[in-house]
Each structure stands twice: as structure tokens, then as C-alpha cells.
């Protein structure tokens, strides 16, 4: 075994540990579109076809004691924190041993107690408030743990994300947010969604910096997750990452994505992560063929298995439907102190309630143009306004600068 | 024992907690340094750091998402809008995150997110709204709308300790105009409790917040006239006590309800089809409703006036139905 220099190391197991996770996302999504096609999957589905180095690569980086809150296609980080594909294949075919029992479907799932994952919502954005929360709470317990979310590159543009950032930023909270650039958010190219090249721009107006990452290389993505969960966890407040990656299939099952350029497909198909890592592995002599074939083997063994678990788990009873909507007596969330809670109570809680200005704000004579006029992707034909004179002048000059 | 405000009453509540567990925090804007648009975390600050009264951006859905994030980790956040209409501002977060969680995954968000509303010092369309229907309608929230000052430390007590997502309507009207003494030490009034706050037999007239001040009032001047109103008072609107509304309807035979909130999709529709289904036999007439009219709350005095539910609405339409 002759690897590369790496900053943060990853052992032979890691190595192989990485490619089953990747592996078991991929044969785990395959396996769903079969049961897609057998009508067993209750609602739509959700591929994460194409970024399985982006979510197990970002989730390798934690350790057990962080917080992590999935989006849809980090179905890989969901297997890396400990569930199950048992825990999919029932989520998605509706079933009574389901993580929500049935009450919801997909990713939607979480566990405040053991594995520290909360469940998202549809709604695009909201849990990058909720994680910077989730880091505040963790920090105030005196607990040095780090919360990482996703968003994908259409939900950059949600209220929530920015109002998410800006608080984590004032507050120099230990989160890492990973924006996944899966390059189309439903049926929509990121070029029409955000006037910016790269999306980490993004936290510039929060005085943020972050790392932009090959989010098929899945060494590289982990490499550059370890370092921000490392900046997080030492108090360097939040840390964005930007993984360019692609969504390799339409925005559920239903769609099929003829809206992408079949040259594109070929592009990133040309660049799939698990087989970049499969060549990677055998470059460096991490494996051989007989190692390959047992991981896949056991891949293909546990998904026969705890699918036909899932199977046999029956629909959730119709009572169900009425229960549950109040904890009544089934709150068990204690706060775990790592701090003395002395210094949270008067008299050594006290402090003088006055602000520290320093700097009063007033023009200092810097005049302040940005470096370069963003790049606007031409609208459609069908789309375009009526030209004006005014958006003559403004394209005549666009073309003079370029 | 001197007299205290519903303000002080709100500030003692979120003290004491404070003070009885240290997994109490408060977030939300100009709450710090400033002590709050109303003044009702004056001091706080002061006794009890930044860690622990934090001073938001302007950023109601990150304020509702931190403290849902926190209560994950075993906290006890207590966030305030600086006007409850500013709600509609995360209304996503509550909605969505915040009421579904316990449902969805089991994971309970004991937060209390509290704030003024009610109208009647001419605040305009943005600062005098009445949102709790919109909340009352969605499952997994409790909804409470405090009258008394007693009440308010009482409830918000209970709210803090409860372990479901709670939103707490100050009456802003009623800040520091309601005024009494207070019990010594420690105590909660439940969530989920209505109270009678005039006997009566003639008729029941359910209210909550400022208006159970005007029901009292023409209950008072109805009583010169013979009729004895029965005033009920929710104190929580989502869960509703409807037992105690149903026993009183099945004493006195006829059912008003006033409230400040708007008509159409107010709470007096919800009554009377509760009223309708369980004690409809007992009915001796129709039920009536006396509520703000249908419209933005509006800004000039005379406008406002017209807009919010007066002692005379009340006392012509009791008088009409005690008639009937």
C-alpha cells in the first residue's frame, strides 16, 4: 500500500470502510428503483446517484458526539452515522418499524439520543437555523461538538439559509455547512438560480470563508470536512464547504431529467465517484480483486437481508394516526453539563449589561466597487423580456467588457 | 404586598425559571442590553450573562430555529417576538419544523415563544394583530392567551416547564394596566384550564385576553338590568377547555362568545360547532359571537374603535340573546 500524503491519515480500514458506505448507498438506491418499479415504494423517490462521495465523505469526518441534520441525497451520511438500509427501504415503503412509524417517508428521520441526527424538513434551508441551535446549545453545555448540515445549490437562495448563516456567523457558531452543487435544483441550472461562480461565495456577506472541494473525490471531500470540522470544533466559528458534484438523475423518480444535456450526463457519468475511488484504491494497493469482491458481497448479502426484514414489517396501524401529536410525559432530553452550572447562575452569571463599541462607524474614505460584474446567464428565448432600449444599452454593455 | 404589573408578573415568571434551571435561555431581539421593546427581560442581562439572554439579529426564523436546535440538546429556550405579528415572519419554522417534530420522529421541542399582540393602542396593521387562529389550526402547538397578571406568571411558568412547543400571547393593551398582588414563592396555573371569572345564570359569555375585560364590564351592566352573565375566561386556546364551556352552556342555556380576533375563522366559530355537537339539546338560542370586524386592524383611534369589539356590542347582543 503506497498512498499519497494526507493531512489528516485514514487507515487501510477507513479506506475500505469509505467504499462500503459508498458502495451500500449505491447498490441501496439501485435496490429502491427496483422496489420503484414493483410499486412497493409509497410516494416518490429520491436518488442519490452520483454524490455518494459528497455525503459519506462529509459525515466520515464527525465523530460519534457531533450532530448532523441530512438532506435528501445524504442518504450516505444517514448509513455512516448508523442506520440501517433497513431503516430506508421501510421508511420509503411506509412501514411500522420505520424510524417515524410510518409518519413520514424518505430521509425525514432523526434520533436526539444516540447517533445525534435531527430530521429534516421539505422546506428548503431551515435547518441551518436549526443546526446553528443545535451548536449554540452544544457549546453552552461546554460540549466541543460540531453540528454539520447540507444544502443543496437551489437552496442557497431560501430566507432560512441566510437568516441560518448570518446568526451562526455573529455568534461564531461550531457549525459546518456543506453546500452540495449537485448543478440543477429540480428541473433549474444553478447559473439561473445564483448571479455567483462558485457558491461559497455565498458566505462571503457573513465574513465567512470555506473550501470548495471535487465532491466526486471522496478522499478529498473528507480530507477538507475533517479540516473544517477541526476549525469549527477549535472555535473558528462557522465553515462552508462547496462539493461540486452532479445530480445524476431527475429530481425524483418520476422525472427524467430530459432538461439536462445529454453531454453533461456523459461529463460527470465519465467522473462517477465510486469508480474514480475503485481505481484509486487499486492505484495505491489499498485492495485487491478478492477484497473487492467481498465487500460488494457483503453489500449485496445485508441489503437481501434487511430488505426481506423490512418486508415483513407490517403497515403502521390506523390508530396510529391520532397518537402522538403531544409528548405527554415522553420528554427524556436532559442536558448533559460538561461545564460547572455555577457559572450560569447570579452571582457569577452577573455581568455589566453594557455594549463594547470600539469602532464608531463612520466613512473612512474607502470607496468600495465590487471586482467584477457577476456573470448573468442569458434567459431563454420564450423567457426574454421585451428589449428596451434600456436592455440594449445594458447588452451592448455587457459585450464591450467581454 | 405591593401590586404587580402583567409586565413584571412575565419578567418575575422568566427570573424564577431562569434562577430554578439553568437550561432556561431567552433569544430574540433588543431583549439584552435594551431589556425588550416592552421591557419584559429588563435585568436579566444583568443577572444573568450573555450566554444566557443573547441579542439576535433581525431574524425571526433564526431565532424560532436556534431555540428549536437547542431544545434538542436538553434546552429550555424561551424566544420573544418583539410584536407577535412579526410571527408571520417564521411562520415556516413553526409550522412546519416546530409543530410536525414531536408527530414525525419523536423528537419533542419544549421552546415557549412569547410576545405582544392585541390591538387597541393604535399600533396599525403591523403591531396590534391577534395570529393565534392561525396557530390554534395547526396540531402540535400549544396556544396560550393570558388575562391577569396572576395568570401570565402562572401560565408561562407552566409553558417553560412543558415539554411541547408553546406560544404565549401577551396582550399588550393589558401590560400594565391589569394590576395585582401576587402570591409569595412558586406556582403554576395548567395549560388547558379555562376560568369563571363572573358566575351567572342567564347566559355564558366566553372570552379570552383583553376582551374578558369588556365581557366583564357589560356583564356588569347587564346585571343592572336583570341579567346575570356567566364570564369564562380560556386563559389556553389550543388545548381548549371545553368541558368547562359545556358545563356552563348546559347551566345557563345560551352561549355569546367575544373575542379580538377577527370573525371569519375565529375561535367563536370552533365554539360554536363544539357547543352545537355536544349540547345542542341544551341550547335555548342561537349562539352569538361579538368579534373585531373582518379587516386589517386599522390605525386611527375612531377607525380602531370601530374595528375592536366594544362594551356596547357586548351588552346589545347579550341583552338580545338573554331576550330570545
Given at each position: 500500500?503506497?498512498?499519497?500524503?494526507?493531512?489528516?491519515?485514514?487507515?487501510?480500514?477507513?479506506?475500505?470502510?469509505?467504499?462500503?458506505?459508498?458502495?451500500?448507498?449505491?447498490?441501496?438506491?439501485?435496490?429502491?428503483?427496483?422496489?420503484?418499479?414493483?410499486?412497493k415504494v409509497v410516494g416518490g423517490l429520491y436518488s442519490s446517484l452520483g454524490q455518494e462521495a459528497t455525503a459519506v465523505g462529509t459525515a466520515y469526518a464527525l465523530?460519534?458526539?457531533?450532530?448532523?441534520?441530512?438532506?435528501?441525497?445524504?442518504?450516505?451520511?444517514?448509513?455512516?452515522?448508523?442506520?440501517?438500509?433497513?431503516?430506508?427501504?421501510?421508511?420509503?415503503?411506509?412501514?411500522?418499524?420505520?424510524?417515524?412509524?410510518?409518519?413520514?417517508?424518505?430521509?425525514?428521520?432523526?434520533?436526539?439520543?444516540?447517533?445525534?441526527?435531527?430530521?429534516?424538513?421539505?422546506?428548503?434551508?431551515?435547518?441551518?437555523?436549526?443546526?446553528?441551535?443545535?451548536?449554540?446549545?452544544?457549546?453552552?453545555?461546554?460540549?466541543?461538538?460540531?453540528?454539520?448540515?447540507?444544502?443543496?445549490?437551489?437552496?442557497?437562495?431560501?430566507?432560512?439559509?441566510?437568516?441560518?448563516?448570518?446568526?451562526?456567523?455573529?455568534?461564531?457558531?461550531?457549525?459546518?455547512?456543506?453546500?452540495?452543487?449537485?448543478?440543477?435544483?429540480?428541473?433549474?441550472?444553478?447559473?439561473?438560480?445564483?448571479?455567483?461562480?462558485?457558491?461559497?461565495?455565498?458566505?462571503?456577506?457573513?465574513?465567512?470563508?470555506?473550501?470548495?472541494?471535487?465532491?466526486?473525490?471522496?478522499?478529498?471531500?473528507?480530507?477538507?470536512?475533517?479540516?473544517a470540522v477541526e476549525r469549527a470544533r477549535n472555535g473558528e466559528g462557522p465553515v462552508l464547504i462547496e462539493a461540486k458534484t452532479m445530480r445524476m438523475k431527475g429530481?425524483?423518480?418520476?422525472?427524467?431529467?430530459?432538461?439536462?444535456?445529454?453531454?453533461?450526463?456523459?461529463?460527470?457519468?465519465?467522473?462517477?465517484?465510486?469508480?474514480?475511488?475503485?481505481?484509486?484504491?487499486?492505484?495505491?494497493?489499498?485492495?485487491?480483486?478478492?477484497?473487492?469482491?467481498?465487500?460488494?458481497?457483503?453489500?449485496?448479502?445485508?441489503?437481501?437481508?434487511?430488505?426481506?426484514?423490512?418486508?415483513?414489517?407490517?403497515?403502521?396501524?390506523?390508530?396510529?394516526?391520532?397518537?402522538?401529536?403531544?409528548?405527554?410525559?415522553?420528554?427524556?432530553?436532559?442536558?448533559?453539563?460538561?461545564?460547572?452550572?455555577?457559572?450560569?447562575?447570579?452571582?457569577?452569571?452577573?455581568?455589566?449589561?453594557?455594549?463594547?463599541?470600539?469602532?464608531?462607524?463612520?466613512?473612512?474614505?474607502?470607496?468600495?466597487?465590487?471586482?467584477?460584474?457577476?456573470?448573468?446567464a442569458p434567459a431563454p428565448a420564450a423567457a426574454s423580456p421585451a428589449r428596451t432600449p434600456a436592455t440594449r444599452r445594458a447588452a451592448g454593455a455587457r459585450r464591450?467588457?467581454? | 404586598?405591593?401590586?404587580?404589573?402583567?409586565?413584571?408578573?412575565?419578567?418575575?415568571?422568566?427570573?424564577?425559571?431562569?434562577?430554578?434551571?439553568?437550561?432556561?435561555?431567552?433569544?430574540?431581539?433588543?431583549?439584552?442590553?435594551?431589556?425588550?421593546?416592552?421591557?419584559?427581560?429588563?435585568?436579566?442581562?444583568?443577572?444573568?450573562?450573555?450566554?444566557?439572554?443573547?441579542?439576535?439579529?433581525?431574524?425571526?426564523?433564526?431565532?424560532?430555529?436556534?431555540?428549536?436546535?437547542?431544545?434538542?440538546?436538553?434546552?429550555?429556550?424561551?424566544?420573544?417576538?418583539?410584536?407577535?405579528?412579526?410571527?408571520?415572519?417564521?411562520?415556516?419554522?413553526?409550522?412546519?419544523?416546530?409543530?410536525?417534530?414531536?408527530?414525525?420522529?419523536?423528537?419533542?421541542?419544549?421552546?415557549?415563544?412569547?410576545?405582544?399582540?392585541?390591538?387597541?393602542?393604535?399600533?396599525?396593521?403591523?403591531?396590534?394583530?391577534?395570529?393565534?387562529?392561525?396557530?390554534?389550526?395547526?396540531?402540535?402547538?400549544?396556544?396560550?392567551?393570558?388575562?391577569?397578571?396572576?395568570?401570565?406568571?402562572?401560565?408561562?411558568?407552566?409553558?417553560?416547564?412543558?415539554?411541547?412547543?408553546?406560544?404565549?400571547?401577551?396582550?399588550?393593551?393589558?401590560?400594565?394596566?391589569?394590576?395585582?398582588?401576587?402570591?409569595?414563592?412558586?406556582?403554576?396555573?395548567?395549560?388547558?384550564?379555562?376560568?369563571?371569572?363572573?358566575?351567572?345564570?342567564?347566559?355564558?359569555?366566553?372570552?379570552?385576553?383583553?376582551?374578558?375585560?369588556?365581557?366583564?364590564?357589560?356583564?356588569?351592566?347587564?346585571?343592572?338590568?336583570?341579567?346575570?352573565?356567566?364570564?369564562?375566561?380560556?386563559?389556553?386556546?389550543?388545548?381548549?377547555?371545553?368541558?368547562?364551556?359545556?358545563?356552563?352552556?348546559?347551566?345557563?342555556?345560551?352561549?355569546?362568545?367575544?373575542?379580538?380576533?377577527?370573525?371569519?375563522?375565529?375561535?367563536?366559530?370552533?365554539?360554536?360547532?363544539?357547543?352545537?355537537?355536544?349540547?345542542?339539546?341544551?341550547?335555548?338560542?342561537?349562539?352569538?359571537?361579538?368579534?373585531?370586524?373582518?379587516?386589517?386592524?386599522?390605525?386611527?383611534?375612531?377607525?380602531?374603535?370601530?374595528?375592536?369589539?366594544?362594551?356596547?356590542?357586548?351588552?346589545?347582543?347579550?341583552?338580545?340573546?338573554?331576550?330570545?
Open positions: 500500500m503506497q498512498l499519497p500524503a494526507m493531512k489528516y491519515p485514514l487507515s487501510r480500514e477507513q479506506l475500505l470502510e469509505l467504499y462500503y458506505y459508498m458502495r451500500l448507498t449505491r447498490e441501496l438506491d439501485e435496490q429502491l428503483v427496483r422496489l420503484f418499479r414493483q410499486n465523530e460519534p458526539r457531533d450532530w448532523m441534520a441530512p438532506m435528501i441525497r445524504n442518504v450516505g451520511g444517514l448509513l455512516v452515522k448508523g442506520y440501517r438500509p433497513r431503516d430506508i427501504f421501510m421508511q420509503y415503503m411506509a412501514r411500522y418499524d420505520s424510524p417515524t412509524h410510518g409518519k413520514d417517508n424518505t430521509s425525514h428521520f432523526g434520533d436526539l439520543k444516540v447517533r445525534h441526527v435531527v430530521s429534516p424538513i421539505s422546506m428548503l434551508g431551515d435547518l441551518i437555523p436549526v443546526m446553528t441551535g443545535v451548536a449554540l446549545a452544544g457549546r453552552y453545555l461546554g460540549q466541543k461538538i460540531v453540528a454539520m448540515t447540507w444544502i443543496g445549490d437551489g437552496g442557497t437562495s431560501t430566507g432560512a439559509f441566510h437568516e441560518g448563516l448570518n446568526f451562526a456567523a455573529v455568534q461564531r457558531a461550531p457549525l459546518v455547512l456543506v453546500i452540495e452543487n449537485n448543478q440543477w435544483a429540480y428541473s433549474t441550472p444553478v447559473a439561473r438560480q445564483v448571479p455567483l461562480r462558485h457558491l461559497v461565495e455565498r458566505g462571503r456577506a457573513y465574513g465567512l470563508g470555506g473550501y470548495i472541494v471535487d465532491g466526486n473525490d471522496v478522499i478529498a471531500v473528507y480530507q477538507v470536512t475533517r479540516e429530481h425524483a423518480q418520476h422525472d427524467p431529467a430530459s432538461y439536462v444535456p445529454p453531454e453533461m450526463f456523459e461529463f460527470w457519468k465519465a467522473r462517477d465517484p465510486i469508480t474514480r475511488y475503485e481505481q484509486w484504491l487499486t492505484r495505491h494497493g489499498v485492495w485487491d480483486e478478492a477484497t473487492r469482491a467481498a465487500i460488494n458481497e457483503r453489500v449485496a448479502r445485508e441489503l437481501r437481508q434487511e430488505l426481506a426484514e423490512a418486508e415483513a414489517s407490517p403497515p403502521p396501524p390506523p390508530e396510529l394516526a391520532e397518537q402522538g401529536v403531544y409528548c405527554e410525559g415522553c420528554h427524556q432530553i436532559e442536558p448533559e453539563w460538561q461545564r460547572p452550572v455555577e457559572e450560569l447562575l447570579p452571582p457569577r452569571s452577573s455581568v455589566q449589561p453594557r455594549w463594547t463599541v470600539t469602532d464608531f462607524g463612520a466613512f473612512d474614505g474607502a470607496c468600495y466597487l465590487p471586482a467584477e460584474t457577476p456573470a448573468v464591450r467588457r467581454s | 404586598m405591593a401590586e404587580v404589573t402583567m409586565l413584571e408578573a412575565i419578567r418575575q415568571a422568566l427570573a424564577e425559571e431562569m434562577e430554578r434551571d439553568p437550561s432556561v435561555v431567552l433569544l430574540g431581539e433588543d431583549i439584552g442590553v435594551y431589556g425588550g421593546a416592552f421591557k419584559a427581560t429588563e435585568g436579566l442581562l444583568e443577572r444573568f450573562g450573555w450566554e444566557r439572554v443573547i441579542d439576535t439579529p433581525i431574524s425571526e426564523t433564526a431565532i424560532i430555529g436556534a431555540a428549536v436546535g437547542m431544545s434538542y440538546l436538553g434546552l429550555r429556550p424561551v424566544a420573544e417576538l418583539q410584536f407577535i405579528d412579526f410571527i408571520a415572519c417564521c411562520f415556516n419554522q413553526l409550522v412546519n419544523f416546530v409543530a410536525k417534530s414531536h408527530y414525525r420522529w419523536g423528537a419533542p421541542v419544549p421552546i415557549v415563544v412569547r410576545g405582544p399582540s392585541g390591538g387597541g393602542v393604535h399600533g396599525g396593521p403591523f403591531h396590534s394583530q391577534n395570529p393565534e387562529m392561525w396557530f390554534v389550526h395547526t396540531p402540535g402547538l400549544k396556544v396560550v392567551c393570558p388575562s391577569t397578571a396572576y395568570d401570565a406568571k402562572g401560565l408561562l411558568k407552566a409553558a417553560i416547564r412543558d415539554n411541547n412547543p408553546v406560544l404565549f400571547f401577551e396582550h399588550k393593551f393589558l401590560y400594565r394596566r391589569v394590576k395585582e398582588e401576587l402570591p409569595p414563592g412558586d406556582y403554576t396555573v395548567p395549560l388547558g384550564q379555562a376560568a369563571i371569572r363572573r358566575p351567572g345564570r342567564d347566559l355564558t359569555i366566553v372570552s379570552y385576553a383583553a376582551t374578558v375585560y369588556t365581557a366583564l364590564e357589560a356583564a356588569g351592566e347587564l346585571a343592572r338590568e336583570g341579567i346575570e352573565a356567566e364570564v369564562i375566561d380560556l386563559r389556553t386556546l389550543l388545548p381548549l377547555d371545553r368541558q368547562t364551556i359545556l358545563d356552563s352552556v348546559r347551566r345557563t342555556n345560551k352561549l355569546l362568545v367575544v373575542h379580538e380576533d377577527t370573525r371569519t375563522g375565529g375561535l367563536a366559530g370552533e365554539i360554536a360547532a363544539i357547543v352545537t355537537e355536544e349540547a345542542f339539546e341544551d341550547l335555548d338560542g342561537p349562539i352569538r359571537r361579538v368579534t373585531a370586524l373582518d379587516t386589517p386592524v386599522p390605525f386611527a383611534p375612531s377607525l380602531e374603535e370601530r374595528f375592536l369589539p366594544q362594551v356596547a356590542d357586548v351588552v346589545r347582543v347579550a341583552r338580545e340573546l338573554a331576550r330570545y
